[in-house]
T-cell receptor, first 115, second 111 residues
Framework: DTGVSQDPRHKITKRGQNVTFRCDPI?????LYWYRQTLGQGPEFLTY????????KSRLLSDRFSAERPKGSFSTLEIQRTEQGDSAMYLC?????????????FGPGTRLTVT | EDQVTQSPEALRLQEGESSSLNCSYT??????LFWYRQDPGKGPEFLFT?????EEKEKERLKATLTKKESFLHITAPKPEDSATYLC????????????WGAGTKLIIKP
């Protein structure tokens, strides 16, 4: 396994369109996280899955954002009716299930540009 | 308010010139502090986890230390390939999964 993968790497869309990103975690990892990162800032937590269950979602996350992880494998993040403020790098991370907080392994990210 | 502040925002060093990056935090009851390295256009790469004051971790030219209020990432005799943004994060006190991130320090090592 070569690590966390994300697709696409880059996405340019027009305001008002819907977009969907995919994340494939490291195969043995039960935990999966989505983050958003803008230039010059650290990652901002969006949501967390343990297997197929979405256990935590940021209070800052708009209703236009939704994420799924069917069958506890890959995950998708959808943004509906995109706005220019959604332009950012969207990062996915995974970690194994274990006691306490386990370090997270990140994918390369999907860079979204909303025009 | 729980927050993480990193300084300086950017640091330019000559190859071989040792220095330190700072991460100060204000959280109630630290449960874990994490250092990551991020190269341009890539996701963060995990470096260290620190749990209690006095703890130290080392990896090649990097050493991370932790006090009750801050963490330092010491870089000894850096090389140009150490150039990256270094991010610090702490586990959110009311979550088992959330991290509170700093904005990072952009380190540039000139040959």
């Amino acid at each position: 396994d070569t690590g966390v993968s994300q697709d696409p790497r880059h996405k340019i869309t027009k305001r008002g369109q819907n977009v969907t990103f995919r994340c494939d975690p490291i195969s043995e990892h039960n935990r999966l996280y989505w983050y958003r990162q803008t230039l010059g800032q650290g990652p901002e937590f969006l949501t967390y899955f343990q297997n197929e269950a979405q256990l935590e979602k940021s209070r800052l996350l708009s209703d236009r954002f939704s994420a799924e992880r069917p069958k506890g494998s890959f995950s998708t993040l959808e943004i509906q009716r995109t706005e220019q403020g959604d332009s950012a790098m969207y990062l996915c991370a995974s970690s194994p299930l274990g006691r306490g907080f386990i370090e997270q392994y990140f994918g390369p990210g999907t860079r979204l540009t909303v025009t | 308010e729980d927050q993480v502040t990193q300084s300086p925002e950017a640091l330019r060093l000559q190859e071989g010139e040792s220095s330190s990056l700072n991460c100060s935090y204000t959280v109630s009851g630290l449960r874990g502090l994490f250092w990551y390295r991020q190269d341009p256009g890539k996701g963060p790469e995990f470096l260290f986890t620190l749990y209690s004051a006095g703890e130290e971790k080392e990896k090649e030219r990097l050493k991370a230390t932790l006090t009750k209020k801050e963490s330092f990432l010491h870089i000894t005799a850096p090389k140009p390939e150490d150039s990256a943004t270094y991010l610090c994060a702490v586990q959110a006190p009311d979550s088992n999964y959330q991290l509170i991130w700093g904005a990072g320090t952009k380190l540039i090592i000139k040959p």
